[in-house]
């Protein structure tokens, strides 16, 4: 299987998206799973545990230096920026808010993409503003697979439609579809 | 007009920048935390429309004002004052208030960027009626850094964050009632700071033993490497006296082994920590 990470980005609009996919996902489903989605700065708690619920996975707020295993959802804390560092670990940062975010999506995509290169799928959901749309860019450009919930599904369609103008999307999917793909996925 | 497209380096890239750096400046950055380091530099190079690390590596041996604003633009701010309210409150109750008998406590801020932790700090201080006998040490790595956290000047902008955190810090208190408003910013009063003293000084190189009651180094870590971070627990460590009290960032960890037998939690969500007396 050539790829190894998934990371999903949203705003508003897709937090039933992402308990969608997560509760589609079977247990033993080995890729770790990154989500940045937009939250509130200064609700730190009930979010994971919101997601948890339905997740068959374990899902986490990771520390900063905090080593990425298999099986496990990683969900960027409340005000934090989420990186990825060389050595298979998570880095925060507390750096000022980009497109208005911290944690923003540009950047751990970005990040993600950079260190995961081609082994990284990245999934654009609903959203109201164009954080992720340089991200999108860049896990394109370093050869990993771009998805974009199909607009028209979106609640709030601007971030996925500025996804699909900055780069070349392969795929704009359903979110049915989407959660079929990455079933099959982890069947091959 | 052509847009002008960002650098992306590579790790090569940074390793020549590092080593140039020590050997024009005697200023290592080869432990900090890469990925966020990384895009700062990417930022400097856009800002400065460079395009390559060479011509980057280039212009800051040539020139030493360049380089100043490169140390500026790759150093991380604190953006908001009482980040975290619920660790405020905590470090209020759990550790402030432990010296409200004691003659006199000494706090330090080590590698403070910018003043907010400090102006925080400062108002609780205030409230307890804790600041004539504590005096509190900032430590820093720029002059500039130095005027900037005297000045004590907030962007009206910055403000309304600041203010939302303070009322979830204290339900009903005004943080307005610490600042003299000025047109476009906020001014914080000046007696706040009469016990604080800003110095120029390096972590890793200036040694201070035993000499600390509390020491805050919030969200600092981040931005080193493991390696670093060890040597700054080290470090902080030694300048704590036994029985004193620190907090670092509430997504930073330190559960590793010769931390456990030395500290005791206070607070495990809001990461206060005790030293355990000698």
């Given amino acids: ?188 | 007009m052509l847009a002008l497209k960002k650098t992306i380096l590579g790790i090569s890239d940074l390793k020549s920048l590092f080593q140039s750096i020590k050997s024009f400046y005697s200023d290592d950055y080869s432990n900090y935390a890469i990925s966020s380091l990384k895009r700062r530099i990417e930022e400097f190079m856009f800002s400065f429309h460079m395009l390559n690390i060479d011509e980057l590596i280039n212009k800051l041996e040539k020139d030493k004002t360049l380089y100043q604003l490169f140390i500026d633009a790759i150093q991380v701010e604190t953006t908001e004052m009482f980040r975290d309210p619920e660790f405020w409150v905590q470090f209020r109750d759990l550790v402030l208030k432990k010296y409200r008998y004691a003659k006199e406590i000494k706090v330090w801020i080590p590698d403070c960027n910018s003043g907010e932790e400090l102006y925080s700090l400062q108002i609780i201080l205030h409230q307890l009626k804790m600041n004539e006998k504590t005096s509190v040490y900032v430590s820093t790595i720029t002059d500039k850094n130095v005027e900037t956290i005297k000045k004590a000047t907030i962007d009206h902008k910055k403000m309304e964050l600041n203010i939302a955190n303070f009322d979830r810090y204290e339900e009903g208190a005004k943080l307005t009632d610490y600042f003299i408003l000025k047109s476009n910013a906020a001014l914080l009063n000046a007696e706040l700071l009469d016990n604080v003293k800003v110095e120029k000084r390096n972590l890793f190189t200036d040694e201070h033993q035993g000499v600390y009651d509390c020491i805050l180094y919030r969200n600092k870590m981040l931005y080193y490497n493991p390696q670093l971070k060890n040597e700054a627990l080290k470090r902080l460590n030694t300048s704590l006296k036994p029985g004193g009290y620190i907090a670092v960032g509430i997504k930073e960890s330190v559960d590793f082994p010769s931390w456990e037998r030395e500290f005791i939690v206070i607070s495990e969500s809001e990461r206060i920590y005790k030293k355990v007396l000698a």
């Fill in chain 1, 1 to 188: 299987m050539p790829y190894k990470y998934i990371i999903i980005g949203g705003s508003a609009g897709s937090f039933q998206t992402v308990t969608n996919i997560l509760s589609a996902l079977p247990a033993d489903f080995s890729m770790p799973v990154f989500l940045c989605l937009h939250r509130l700065k200064h609700v730190r708690s009930g979010f994971v545990e919101a997601l948890s619920i339905k997740s068959n996975l374990k899902v986490v707020e990771p520390n900063d230096k905090e080593f990425i295993r298999q099986h496990k959802v990683y969900l960027a804390p409340a005000n934090y920026h989420m990186y990825f560092e060389l050595g298979n670990y998570i880095a925060l940062s507390t750096e000022p808010s980009v497109n208005h975010s911290r944690p923003s999506i540009d950047i751990s995509f970005a990040s993600a993409a950079y260190a995961y290169k081609s082994k990284l799928i990245g999934i654009m959901l609903s959203g109201a503003n164009k954080d992720g749309a340089y991200g999108m860019k860049q896990v394109k450009e370093n050869g990993g697979l771009t998805i974009v919930q199909d607009p028209d599904e979106c609640q709030v369609r601007t971030m996925t439609s500025a996804a699909i103008s900055a780069t070349k999307i392969d795929h704009v999917f359903k979110v049915e579809e989407i959660i079929t793909f990455l079933k099959d996925l982890y069947k091959k």
